[in-house]
């Protein structure tokens, strides 16, 4: 109680105003990957899409409400599920790699070897995955024996053209690096919202420590 009535409420302020800039630039980066797609919607559906699915996200277990985005931009493009389902994925994966790549540098600077180590191979699992799911000829060896070997007959159809609408327009990996830096910013800017409110406490930890 005591902590509560001595808060800072100017800094706890100013950490709500965050909430602009971050919801901005996560709506951004995720309009340039549509974009990128060639699926026809504007920025602002895209932000109430994002505020809902952010909502469904803050609700579920493992934030897997955020994925009701697919159903949205759906509705507003009239493009495949599949195509829009790689968009989402695409999305939420340089989220992971971001929080993966601040939570690398974070271990370097102030934890144990063993950890760093830890954060890095997991790194490099999640990147080497996110470019297989990305590159068709790589992963399409795989789709092929799933395709003859274990799918029944009657789903082939289905699987072969599912496949080829989400390697449709599939963005180039060169051409994520301005979403993914626009995540790592967004990432870093939710890391300062909750370092103001540390402040506010009255918690006083060198900037960079935090983060």
């Given at each position: 109680l005591k902590s509560l009535l001595e808060v800072k409420?100017?800094?706890?302020?100013?950490?709500?105003?965050?909430?602009?800039?971050?919801?901005?630039?996560?709506?951004?980066?995720?309009?340039?990957?549509?974009?990128?797609?060639?699926?026809?919607?504007n920025f602002l559906y895209l932000s109430k899409a994002n505020i809902l699915g952010n909502f469904y996200g803050l609700i579920t277990p493992a934030r897997i409400g955020y994925f009701i985005k697919i159903d949205y931009l759906k509705e507003q493009t009239k493009a495949p599920v599949e195509k829009c389902s790689a968009n989402v994925t695409i999305d939420r994966f340089l989220d992971v790699l971001s929080v993966f790549l601040i939570a690398v540098i974070g271990s370097l600077m102030i934890f144990n070897t063993n950890l760093s180590i830890l954060l890095i191979a997991s790194s490099i699992v999640i990147l080497l995955l996110f470019i297989f799911l990305m590159k068709p000829n790589l992963n399409k060896p795989i789709?092929?024996?799933?395709?003859?070997k274990l799918l029944p007959e009657k789903l082939k159809q289905k699987a072969n053209h599912s496949f080829h609408v989400v390697y449709d327009h599939v963005p180039k990996i060169r051409t994520l690096i301005i979403p993914f830096i626009l995540s790592l910013l967004t990432w870093v800017l939710i890391n300062t919202q909750v370092y103001l409110v540390a402040l506010s406490f009255s918690v006083h930890i060198p900037y960079t420590t935090f983060i």
């Open positions: 409420l100017s800094l706890l302020l100013l950490s709500l105003l965050l909430f602009i800039p971050i919801f901005l630039l996560q709506t951004y980066k995720w309009h340039l990957i549509v974009k990128l797609q060639n699926l026809r919607t789709f092929k024996f799933i395709y003859y």
